[in-house]
């Protein structure tokens, strides 16, 4: 029992050390030294960065090392190894913990170095997700090809794979991810990518600048010609204009190129190469400039941008000013054609000549491609974890693109929307365990094969209720310790004697706790009985109302005030002796005042007592104690007793020292303290987990209908309650979980736009009304804004975000003191949770899984000694990886002067648009 008992805590504690590494780091980089063996990371020596090893990434393949002849002094750490994939047509790499929606740098590095000894690089495709992303085709054994695109990816994870194309066998090197600005790189969205071709930065001879000199690590590549040009350079700090939509780095922009004769242009072209999936690849141009030198009153420089004899217009009487970073770019691929010929030239009106700072060029990558739902994906993915499941093809997306579809996955497929897993065939694979209940997860699933197994224990509950609702089809015969009666089912025999071991002592701490309880609530009652019971009116309805919800309920029943409560009745002379003659105000809400007391036995309790004013009425009031009778929850409000005597009615709740979040927030709650991020993750999940047992765990369901920030209440431990079910409903799941009103109800700031359109609140309402709460944590401010017109937050914060930088948005009270990844979900989760369409917002299971990821991620950097703050922060020292450490990727700069180009899905034969950053300083 006891090796039993370690090997259970190591294979723990292996499984969390995985998934730690397969988490970003404290910037929000992932990068991931492919073929590394061990669990140690490798740390670059050129930009200090750590790499992890692939294993948390991928669960196929096979390490290698290069071959001694190709290794050198000056080759990066990440290309002495390679993870190969002899088996399977695709084989991925899973990226996770990023954030939905963002944009993002990423780049697969190939050095083969003929590490099977073949001397034969092989050739084949990369996919990121379900699109095609490029060809591999390392020409020479000592060559490293590096692809590097710009996505915006649609799910919290993404998928990088490589496709075996028939020319050997697909191999990687390292695999990195870098988050971007979405306000930058405007040509790359949602339905496109874009793949870069070259990324030059002239005037420099022999120092590749990339992180921390760029803080989002793009590789520039020096080039320059003394025989041709003349270099122009500062040691000055180059700025970005306000709303930069490409923020090249200082070190960059501070050299130039300008010809040696004054008289002449600056000139240069690059090759197309037709691609198999596209033989017309068309190109976008990114150009920068920057005036490096203080001109005199009487000195011009100004010139114009020709590609192929057509002129970019946006550039004719082009003066960049000085020590400040413009540009000028395609908002469209160029016309297609087999070179591209570009020509910088001064204007009449010039006294001196052209000059360029750097370049990039990128071809279009279509990502209109659809992949599964991601709920769907988590699911079956839970599935392949629980059963280790090792068939060759499951990896990356498990739907599309068709043809590489799971083994034993059946899918649905739509044009303009995702696909769904509708049947899952794991029959005769020899597993064991019980049957996930990540399988009830997929909506979509009509059919589930799991004959001839191993399997025990019994079918999970949703399995179940779709079994018997018809909408799914059960095969699982043929497996001997499999319970299918969950009435009578029994633990599996000969199994461990540890359950034993655990199963006895616990049920003898039951027995023993249960006992005194009961005692406890004899002599409570009896306590009671002497203090109350003259004063007890007898329920004129014998109904439990526990089990009665407001929906059914008699028309008559509110009418009759009638209440049948196991709860302590209280008259109102005993709320005068508890609270003191109500003297304290802990809070005031829609029902009235809520007073601080304490009952005989010093227990402290919070007081709601309705006001004759209130615009609630006696319907809510019974409606809250109804509902506080038959709900219990760890993170809900626990009702004690309730007063109705004559005119007055109050509800006696336990006491939540700390008061409200929004207090709380704000940094005048009780204990004068503002919340860490980690305490405000800590109760966004508590608060979460308490709605999602409302919407799925009583019965009947409940939809809220007043979350805020307000009625969330916090313990001395600041472990948060939802508070005021007053305005809740009840709703019948078989009616898609809503309910017909006809008064619209709510806070304004926190309404759902739909339901305050169709007057329907449903369990998405309490979605929408949770993300303004989110909102309210990430930045410290209230729902509504004055800016200077009243504003939503969430407009406030949609409008900050997609200029990329979270820390226009984080709450300052914060103090920098959070990882920036946990930040940045929290905020996705909260927008996704406000989108107007209701049935675009994830349930509360969601948010409560991707919250806790969240946690994960924040109690991870903490423990991992991380620096706190924004992705984009980073050091001015100079960078000089030496040329040598990467000499393969001369091989880019072929961008000037000869035929490198990558490939693109689509040729969209436009004229070209041209952009140039906004003038105005």
């Given amino acids: 029992m006891v090796a039993t008992s370690w090997l259970l805590l190591l294979g723990l504690a292996t499984a969390g050390v995985l998934q730690a590494r397969a988490q970003p780091d404290s910037i929000g980089f992932i990068s991931i030294d492919c073929g590394l063996p061990g669990t140690a990371n490798s740390v670059d020596d050129a930009t200090k960065l750590s790499y992890a090893p692939d294993a948390a990434f991928t669960d196929a393949g096979s390490n290698s090392n290069i071959s001694a002849e190709y290794i050198t002094p000056t080759l990066a750490k990440r290309y002495l190894n390679v993870r190969s994939f002899p088996d399977g047509a695709r084989n991925c790499y899973t990226l996770r913990s990023i954030v939905a929606g963002l944009k993002y740098l990423l780049r697969a590095e190939f050095k083969y170095g003929n590490y099977d000894g073949l001397n034969r690089p092989p050739v084949f495709d990369l996919y990121a997700g379900v699109n095609f992303w490029s060809r591999v085709n390392v020409s020479s054994p000592d060559g490293v090809e590096r692809l590097e695109a710009i996505f915006v990816v649609p799910d919290d994870y993404v998928h990088v794979c490589l496709v075996n194309t028939g020319s050997g066998t697909p191999f990687i090197s390292a695999l990195e991810l870098r988050p971007l600005k979405s306000s930058i790189y405007p040509q790359a969205n949602a339905t496109q990518g874009l793949a870069l071709l070259g990324r030059i930065n002239f005037g420099q001879a022999d120092a590749i600048v990339r992180y921390p000199d760029d803080p989002r690590d793009r590789v520039w590549l020096p080039w320059a010609d003394a025989t041709i040009w003349d270099v122009i350079w500062t040691t000055d700090r180059v700025q970005n204009l306000e709303s930069d939509e490409f923020e090249a780095p200082s070190k960059v922009m501070q050299t130039a190129i300008t010809p040696r004769n004054a008289s002449n242009n600056i000139t240069f072209s690059w090759n197309s190469k037709p691609q198999p999936r596209d033989p017309a690849p068309g190109y976008m141009a990114i150009m920068y400039f920057s005036e490096l030198q203080r001109l005199s009153s009487s000195a011009v420089r100004e010139f114009f941008v020709e590609i192929n004899d057509v002129v970019w217009r946006s550039t004719l009487g082009f003066r960049p000013d000085y020590l400040f970073s413009d540009y000028s770019y395609s908002t469209a691929p160029l016309p297609a054609s087999t070179r591209y010929n570009v020509s910088i030239n001064a204007t009449a009106n010039s006294t001196l000549p052209p000059f360029i700072n750097a370049i990039e060029v990128y071809s279009v990558i279509s990502t209109t491609g659809v992949g599964t739902d991601s709920s769907d994906v988590s699911a079956i993915t839970a599935v392949k974890v629980k059963y280790e499941v090792k ?489 000089d990886l030496g040329y040598n450490a990467y000499a393969a990727d001369s091989q880019l700069t072929d961008v000037i002067q000869t035929s490198t180009a990558f490939e693109m899905e689509h040729n969209f034969g436009k004229v070209p648009r041209m952009g140039r950053g906004p003038v105005a300083r």
């Fill in 391 to 879: 068939k060759k093809n499951w990896a990356g997306d498990p739907c599309a693109p068709k043809n590489f579809a799971w083994d034993g996955l059946t899918c649905s497929y739509a044009i303009s929307s995702r696909s769904r897993i509708t049947g899952v065939d794991l029959s005769h694979n020899n597993l064991t365990g019980s049957i996930p209940d990540a399988l009830s997860q997929l909506p979509s699933l009509t059919v589930l094969d799991l004959t001839s197994n191993q399997l025990s224990g019994s079918i999970p509950a949703g399995l179940l209720k779709r079994i018997k609702d018809g909408s799914l089809s059960l095969r699982y015969g043929n497996n001997p310790d499999l319970c299918t009666n969950a009435d009578s089912c029994k633990p599996p025999k000969g199994k461990s004697k540890l359950a034993v071991y655990i199963a006895v002592p616990v049920v003898l701490v039951v027995v023993i706790v249960s006992v005194v309880a009961v005692l406890f609530l004899f002599l409570r009652r009896k306590k009671q009985g002497s203090t109350s019971t003259n004063n007890t009116v007898k329920p004129q309805n014998d109904t439990p109302m526990s089990y009665a919800p407001a929906s059914l309920a008699p028309r008559d029943a509110y009418a009759q005030s009638s209440l049948h409560l196991e709860n302590r009745r209280f008259t109102y002379k005993e709320l005068e002796m508890i609270t003191n003659k109500f003297q304290r105000v802990l809070g005031r809400g829609g029902f009235g005042k809520v007073y601080d007391g304490f009952l005989e036995d010093g227990t402290q309790v919070a007081v709601k007592l309705r006001s004759q004013s209130s615009n609630q009425g006696v319907k809510e009031f019974l409606m809250e104690a109804q509902i506080l009778t038959r709900i219990h929850h760890k993170n809900l409000v626990s009702m004690i007793g309730y007063c109705k005597d004559g005119q007055y009615m109050a509800l006696v709740y336990e006491y939540m020292s700390e008061g409200t979040l929004q207090e709380q927030i704000a940094g005048s709650g009780r204990n004068g303290k503002r919340l860490t991020w980690r305490q405000r993750l800590r109760i966004a999940l508590d608060s979460a987990q308490g709605l999602e047992y409302l919407h799925r765990g009583c019965n009947p369901p409940l939809i809220h209908r007043d979350v805020k920030s307000t009625n969330i209440l916090l313990n001395a431990k600041l472990e948060a309650k939802i508070a005021d079910f007053g305005l809740s409903k009840a709703f019948n799941t078989d009616n898609e979980a809503h309910v017909s009103t006809n008064a619209l109800v709510g806070t304004p700031g926190y309404v759902d736009p739909e339901y305050q359109a169709t007057m329907q609140p449903t369990t998405k309402s309490d979605v929408y009304s949770f993300g303004v709460v989110l909102l309210e944590m990430v930045t410290g401010r209230q729902a509504i804004l004055s800016d200077p017109e009243p504003t939503s937050i969430i407009q406030w914060v949609r409008r900050r975000l997609a200029r990329g930088n979270i820390e226009d948005v984080v709450d300052k009270r914060i103090r920098g003191e959070y990882d920036v990844n946990s930040v940045w979900k929290v905020a996705d989760i909260a927008l996704k949770c406000t989108v107007q369409t209701s049935v675009q917002r994830p349930t509360m299971i969601d948010v409560v899984a991707q919250l806790q990821e969240c946690l994960e991620l924040e109690e991870g950097h903490r423990t991992g000694g991380g620096i706190r703050g924004s992705f984009y922060t980073g050091s001015s020292s100079d960078l």
